[in-house]
């Protein structure tokens, strides 16, 4: 885990992890899910993306600045995750997971 100039963690608590998924949830009402990857598909380059999905898995389409900001937020509050792969933030459990693991979880 990375450190902070004083020593201490980065992100010394599962509270971070709550306290984004509850302001995320303010800012994006409705919102269940969020997908976040560095492979947007109108971009050539490693470029931030991000798709917001509602409880029953349809999409809600945020505005651009809010998209970018809400996908900062995530990988600045898991610095240490595979970035290189897709991953999904769940606002309900404050969780970040791989989002081919969630696929495999639910036997794609």
């Known amino acids: 885990m990375l450190a902070t ?3 201490t963690p ?3 608590d599962a509270g971070r992890q709550h306290r984004l998924a509850a302001q995320l949830a ?9 997908r976040v990857s560095l492979n947007n598909p109108r971009e050539t380059w490693p470029h931030l ?5 509602d409880g029953a898995g349809n999409h809600i389409e945020p505005n651009r600045t809010t998209l ?3 996908a ?8 240490e995750a595979e970035w290189s792969r897709p991953h999904i933030f769940d606002l ?10 969630v696929a495999v979880g639910r036997g794609r």
């Open 5 to 7: 100039p004083s020593g």
């Open 72 to 79: 900062r937020w995530i990988l600045r509050v898991w610095p």
């Open 10 to 12: 980065a992100c010394p």
């Open 68 to 70: 970018k900001v809400a």
């Open 26 to 34: 303010d800012m994006i009402p409705g919102a269940a899910t969020i």
């Open 92 to 101: 309900a459990d404050a969780t970040l997971t791989r989002s081919d693991l």
């Open 49 to 53: 993306h991000a798709i917001v999905k």
